[in-house]
């Protein structure tokens, strides 16, 4: 219930900003969004992309909503925020939620069974990540990547020290929820990877210590 008041309350603003969405919006609308999505990216490399910056405060603003918005938004509005993020960066320039919007939409394309594209899409979430001057969104971007794309695509184990440390910047960053998904994330990949119970234990037991370390044991 408070999820959504939040979501409502950032549809609201955003469309004061004149970026105008409702909450029951049709399966039609996000597949031409996606449509639209996928032909505005065609012949585009990460380096046209990341060759405009955003510097417009409203813009950002906007790009910031939606990202927001997205996560606590009803499961079937996600897409559209996030590929609305998309569109934007294409033609306003790219900031901190470019990235986000890229690891979303990856992964989006892994659970339709787009493994070339979204292995694509998500080497460009991690390409305009580290070109950022912040790593505020390296938690949260590395989450989608690892959790929906990249375990199918890469060997387990090397996922490991990635999400870990994706989870330590999380603390660091204040992204609590995402942290523990990361956390979490990197528990199950560590005994899939036939990692001894008693190891996953205690990597447990640490990942709680390090949250207590930040105050963000909640």
């Known amino acids: 219930k408070n999820y959504r ?16 969405f409702s909450m029951n919006q049709s399966q039609v609308t996000v597949m031409a969004e ?38 606590y938004c009803p499961r079937h509005m996600s897409p559209l925020l996030v590929l609305r ?10 900031c901190e939620s470019t990235a986000f919007g890229f690891a979303f939409y990856s992964a989006l394309l892994s659970r339709i069974g787009d493994a070339h594209n979204a292995y694509k899409y998500g080497n460009f979430a991690l390409d305009i990540m580290k070109r950022m001057p912040t790593r505020v969104k390296y938690c949260r ?3 989608f990547l690892f959790s929906g794309v990249f375990l199918r695509s890469n060997r387990m184990h090397s ?38 119970l008693a190891l996953v234990k205690q990597d447990l037991i640490d990942l709680g210590k390090e949250a207590k370390v930040y105050r963000q044991e909640s």
């Not at 992309?49 to 417009?56: F, R």
């Not at 998309?86 to 790219?94: K, N």
């Not at 996922?159 to 990361?182: F, I, N, Q």
């Open 5 to 20: 008041r939040s979501a409502q309350i950032g549809l609201d603003v955003l469309g004061q900003l004149g970026e105008h």
């Open 34 to 71: 996606f449509l639209k999505t996928k032909f505005l990216l065609l012949g585009k490399d990460v380096d046209i992309i990341m060759s405009k910056v955003m510097d417009d405060k409203q813009m950002l603003a906007i790009m910031d909503l939606l990202e927001t918005t997205s996560i």
């Open 85 to 94: 993020i998309i569109q934007l960066s294409i033609s306003h320039g790219v």
């Open 141 to 143: 971007v590395s989450f």
């Open 159 to 196: 996922c490991l020290d990635t999400v870990l440390e994706a989870h330590r910047e999380g603390l660091k960053a204040g992204d609590v929820s995402y942290a523990t998904l990361c956390a979490v994330l990197y528990c199950f990949i560590a005994f899939r990877c036939k990692k001894k």
